[in-house]
């Protein structure tokens, strides 16, 4: 870590140049990163960091592992974009393993850039397939910046403030954080036996048409207070999605790969969604994220949900080449065990 906290000229003239022309987040103080090597970045000053975040949440292997920058010097002198309209190799492969690591019927995939993006495909094909209207998300969660998923969360409320109903009226944040360190309905685990999950069923009728698409919800509640849900919780999510003969969507943003013990966070629970979306991890730091389901589900939703939805960068051969060696690396090394 970097001792001397007063930064250079060139540091400090950098950061206001930032501050003054992007429009961007930042922490205090806001340190301008040249390179980063493992777990170390560095800033221009020449001090070193600790990068306990891994990015934002995406380095699983680290900054500048020589395997991945191989591979973006040779992808790159090959085809680094093409029009989603066409496909490559590294993107089916990609896809492949990706459903290869995955339980279940889970082996459709909808390529995307952003995590917002990918849970916005999953609510999409959860409305269109389902023809029902009403979403239904955790307290406490969060899935994204774009209007159809900050609709969805619930954490961050100031930046809502002036944004009216957003973009999904016939939604609802019915379901309580299984939050037992800090019981939303003041009763102790294990002894509650999910009364809070119970309760949400009574929300969920009251506050819905009960024309419920999907559940919706982070497999834990990561910034909502890092809920780890007990074990039964999500199963009964998913008893209670079908009662609703809705669909149960999970955001995994957070968790794959392997960043629980698991390759997927839902591993850990005795639960079979219908649609993942996944980022970050998954993503070694390009802009690759996606959406999984089944191919019965996929099937309808080409035709009821204007799915598949493809983006100008969605699957570009980089990324694609880039994520897919993460991935294969992951695996090879056994970083589940590790």
């Given amino acids: 870590m970097a001792n001397n906290k007063s930064f250079s000229k060139r540091h400090i003239d950098i950061s206001e140049r930032d501050k003054e022309t992007l429009l961007a987040w930042r922490v205090a103080p806001n340190v301008v990163l040249e390179s980063g090597r493992g777990c170390i970045v560095t800033d221009v ?22 395997e991945i920058t191989e591979v973006i010097h040779e992808q790159a002198g090959k085809l680094i974009h093409e029009s989603s309209w066409f496909t490559n190799p590294h993107i089916v492969e990609l896809g492949e393993l990706i ?28 409305v269109g397939v389902t023809g029902k209207h009403d ?59 999910i009364a809070c999950l119970k309760t949400s069923r009574d929300l969920i009728e009251s506050v819905t048409s009960s024309e419920v ?15 780890v849900p007990p074990d039964e919780w999500l199963p009964r999510m998913r008893r209670l999605a079908d009662e609703h003969q809705a669909m149960l969507l999970l955001d995994e943003a957070q968790f794959a790969p392997a960043k629980t013990g698991r390759m997927w966070g839902f591993q850990h629970y005795d639960v079979q969604p219908d649609i993942v979306a996944f980022a970050k991890g998954m993503s070694a ?25 493809g983006g100008t960068y969605s699957g570009d051969p980089l990324a694609a080449a880039v994520a897919l060696k993460s991935l294969q690396i992951v695996l090879r090394d056994n970083l589940t065990e590790r």
Wanted: charged letters at 15%; hydrophobic letters at 40%; a neutral charge.
């Fill in 45 to 66: 000053d020449g001090n070193n960091y600790y990068d306990m975040n891994a990015g934002m949440m995406c380095m699983v292997i680290g900054h500048s592992h020589p």
């Fill in 99 to 126: 459903a290869s690591t995955l339980p279940g019927d889970l082996n459709v995939v909808n390529f995307c850039v952003t995590g917002s993006e990918a849970v916005e495909i999953g609510m999409r094909m959860a």
């Fill in 135 to 193: 979403l239904v998300s955790v307290i406490r969660g969060l899935h994204g910046g774009s209007l159809g998923v900050e609709s969805m969360t619930t954490i961050g409320g100031a930046r809502r403030r002036n944004l009216g109903p957003l973009m999904i009226p016939a939604k609802s944040a019915a379901i309580l954080a299984p939050f037992c360190y800090r019981c939303p309905i003041n009763l102790e685990y294990p002894s509650c036996d």
């Fill in 213 to 227: 698409a999907a559940l919706m919800t982070e497999t834990m509640m990561v910034a909502g207070g890092m809920i």
């Fill in 285 to 309: 730091g390009f802009a690759i994220c996606g959406t999984v389901t089944t191919k019965e589900i996929a099937d309808q939703a080409r035709s009821k949900a204007g799915i598949p939805w």
